[in-house]
């Protein structure tokens, strides 16, 4: 049996996903990317499982911390997402390039305050997959800012799937 | 610090979601279900990270099998999804009451010809998570039948997150 290339490109681009701001911070560094592969993974406890990249250089500021933060974005603000998606080896450091307005969670995670809101999530587990790692958190810590529809990646025409 | 049940509940609700039949089958036994907690997780190799409910009936299946496929609805497939949706407690076999036509994958997993295609995925891993496991699965097999744009769990009403 082969992979059909094509196909498993096509329908892994039919997969609907979000955009949003995922923050981390330890000892005075912080970190901020553009995510779309996470969802919620159980009600009860609220769970969600997050994937990031191996070279993501928030990886070891949620390793460290053992929590991040993400903030839906909201569907005006797909240039922020273009944005945060850019990886901090060229970017510097995005909180002061992009002078993000950051809101101090009682769990000192930054979330960003132009966003719908966020929540912070407390890492229960963490599982190699492939060139990413995959987290199951918690929910702890919860606030919402905005009423706005959310930024769907589609809509946003932006495409990282398949 | 104790978490606000209802903005957790809004900004999880924020999230994004498409709507997905999930079938597995081992031994003569089939199961489908809706699903929109699942995110592909890797590009390479191509991972998917997918939550089942601990009470779904296709779980042992998936189980068992060690595969499941993912068959993205299109976005006229609202009723559909409402109908994989019910348990089989109440719905009995939902391939003979709702009388799905089956396509028969190389992996022997029955995908459903109506909708945009499918993936299978074999079982990497699996992680507790509170009221669900959640599966890592590399995509194995893939076919696509359309290109009809996805249903998105927002514009079909539904609520399935919070």
Redesign the interface.
Known sequence: ?E??Q???K???R???????AVTAAHDGERGVFTA??????????????L?VENDSSTLPLIRASGRFA?C?LDESQKALAGALGRPKARAGDKYATLDLAVVDT??GVPALADS????VCDVQ?E?P????V?F?AE??????FSDAP?L???QAGFRH??
């Open positions: 049996m992979l059909d094509a196909a498993k096509k329908v892994l039919d997969f609907t996903y979000g955009l949003y779309n592969w996470l969802s919620q993974a159980s009600f009860e406890p609220p769970l969600v499982m994937s993400i839906p009682e769990s719908l809101g966020y929540v587990s599982s997959a492939g060139d990413s995959i199951i929910v702890v810590e919860a606030r919402s959310p769907e990646m589609r799937a398949g």
